[in-house]
């Protein structure tokens, strides 16, 4: 026998898992902007550069993907949160248009900073959709469905 006892996870966790998961991207997003040293001025301009040949079409089309997919994902969050049984399967469709979406979203720089976090923000969100679909937490989410 294994030294590994294999114990329900508690929402608690799950929902600690989610935070992290949360959090870490929006540190990710937004601490190349507070910080901005944290790029050097090189990749900067560099970037400024790139983005001042970006055209209108291509903003307006960035802002209606970037919109609703940003939408959607603040409500899986609020649903797999919650213990919804429609948030896992949001969860994985917004996943998957993410993934889609980046190629239109272009270039992009960030610091190892923003980085780290965006992959620990990847690497939890990764356990969420595993634990919401996998794990005993999933009994959690389908409770729901019945009457």
């Known amino acids: 026998m294994n030294g590994f006892a294999c114990r329900p996870l508690s929402p608690k966790i799950f929902r600690l898992i989610l935070l992290v998961s949360f959090g870490s991207g929006l540190i990710s997003g937004s601490i190349d902007s507070v910080f901005s040293s944290l790029i050097p001025e090189t990749l900067s301009?560099?970037?400024?550069?790139?983005?001042?040949?970006?055209?209108?079409?291509?903003?307006?089309?960035?802002?209606?993907?970037?919109?609703?997919?940003?939408?959607?994902?603040?409500?899986?969050?609020?649903g797999l949160y919650m213990f919804r049984p429609w948030a896992p399967h949001l969860a994985i469709v917004v996943s998957l248009l993410a993934v889609v979406s980046f190629p239109v979203l272009g270039v992009s720089v960030s610091s190892g900073w923003a980085s780290a976090f965006a992959e620990i923000s990847n690497v939890t969100w990764g356990a969420v959709l595993a634990l919401s679909f996998f794990s005993s937490l999933s009994e959690e989410f389908g409770a729901k469905l019945k009457p």
């Open 45 to 78: 301009s560099a970037l400024a550069a790139n983005e001042a040949e970006t055209s209108m079409t291509q903003i307006w089309l960035i802002v209606c993907l970037a919109f609703p997919l940003l939408v959607m994902w603040l409500a899986a969050c609020y």
